[in-house]
């Protein structure tokens, strides 16, 4: 008879491609409302050799939507640390320098959850083959309206259309698929609500369960 553990219903629901999801290497490029939920959901499901890069420290504004900030002033990447034993996790900002000198090649999926456009256009560059990229969750209230598809076709998405300008002028022709909304903008700062943030994550998190199990 089988023993249980923290895994037994993921087991059942995955069979034997489960031995796959405790061997992918995955790295989640950073650890917000979208990158946190996300690994979150990963780790939960047999995903636990992960690697998480952030550089940011909890604040009082992350409380509505992430995991871990009722640790305010905490480095999230040690604060994700305690959370989900035995993971990696790299405290540094990414910027174009640094993930052109960055090691790719030791993971078999990249989720790209920052925000700073340039750095996302660097890690595209690089790693699109395996990549899977969140475009814009803020300003959103409808998760009903989250979608996947080609980084070419999304819409409604002002973050998605500068992320396509961007890689168009770097002359970028190749491919990767995205999470995005349909739904419009509420509002103009980065306003944010939980269940779509939270939703982009899983989202993610489920494309990459796919192709794990599916390679």
Excluded at 95 to 109: C, G
Excluded at 117 to 135: F, T
Excluded at 140 to 152: E, L, M
Aim: aromatic share 10%; hydrophobic share 40%; proline share 3%.
């Amino acid at each position: 008879m089988q023993i249980a553990d923290r895994f037994t219903r993921a087991k059942w629901l995955f069979g034997d491609k489960f031995d796959k999801l405790s061997k992918a290497k995955i790295l989640v490029c950073g650890c917000g409302g979208v990158g946190g939920v996300c690994a979150d959901a990963l780790y939960r499901s047999g995903v636990t050799n992960l690697t998480l890069i952030d550089c940011d420290k909890f604040d009082i504004t992350n409380q509505n939507r992430q995991i871990g900030s009722e640790f305010v002033g905490e480095l999230k990447t040690d604060v994700f640390a305690r959370l989900y034993p035995g993971i990696k996790t790299i405290n540094l900002r990414l910027t174009p320098e640094v993930i052109n000198k960055f090691d790719f090649d030791n993971f078999d999926l990249v989720i790209d959850c920052i925000d700073d456009i340039p750095a996302k256009i660097a890690i595209a560059k690089i790693c699109y083959k395996k990549l899977l990229s969140s475009m814009g969750g803020a300003k959103r209230t409808d998760p009903a309206q989250i979608k996947v598809a080609s980084i070419w076709k999304t819409i409604n998405d002002p973050f998605a259309r500068k992320i396509r300008y961007e890689l168009k002028k770097a002359g970028f022709k190749n491919d990767y698929n995205v999470v995005f909304s349909t739904e419009l903008p509420n509002c103009v700062n980065l306003g944010s609500f939980i269940g779509v943030t939270a939703s982009f994550g899983l989202n993610l998190a489920s494309l990459a369960i796919k192709k794990i199990i599916n390679a």
